[in-house]
Nanobody, 121 residues
Framework: QVRLVESGGGLVQAGGSLRLSCVAS?????MGWFRQVPGKEREVVAA????????KYADHVKGRFTISRDNVKNTLYLQMNSLKPEDTAVYYC?????????????????WGQGTQVTVSS
């Protein structure tokens, strides 16, 4: 069992930046960031394979968000720039046992508790 702990969320003005971190208690395969707002399904924001060599982004964050990982530190990051009010959500870190990048919530084996990101206009 791998435990994931997110941090770095908070309140920021539109146009600002935040960096989310997710520390895993052990080695993981592919990882991803998801977000969810009340009344809507959890959606993928960005995903990365085990080595960090392959990444994918949701269209609405391309060019603004960057996913990366440090396998020595067992840590996943999400750098979020040019934030918009519509980015407001609870952001979740997820990890898979397999090494290949995955995008669907049902494919991930482990989930963090989430961190709130609020972007004011």
């Amino acid at each position: 069992q791998v435990r994931l702990v997110e941090s770095g969320g908070g309140l920021v003005q539109a146009g600002g930046s935040l960096r989310l971190s997710c520390v895993a208690s052990g080695r993981t395969g592919a990882m991803g960031w998801f977000r969810q707002v009340p009344g809507k399904e959890r959606e993928v924001v960005a995903a990365i394979n085990w080595s960090g060599g392959t990444t994918k982004y949701a269209d609405h964050v391309k060019g603004r968000f960057t996913i990366s990982r440090d396998n020595v530190k067992n840590t996943l990051y999400l750098q979020m720039n040019s934030l918009k009010p519509e980015d407001t959500a609870v952001y979740y870190c997820a990890a898979d046992r397999e090494i290949y990048l995955v995008l669907s919530t049902w494919e991930y084996d482990y989930w963090g508790q989430g961190t709130q990101v609020t972007v004011s206009s």
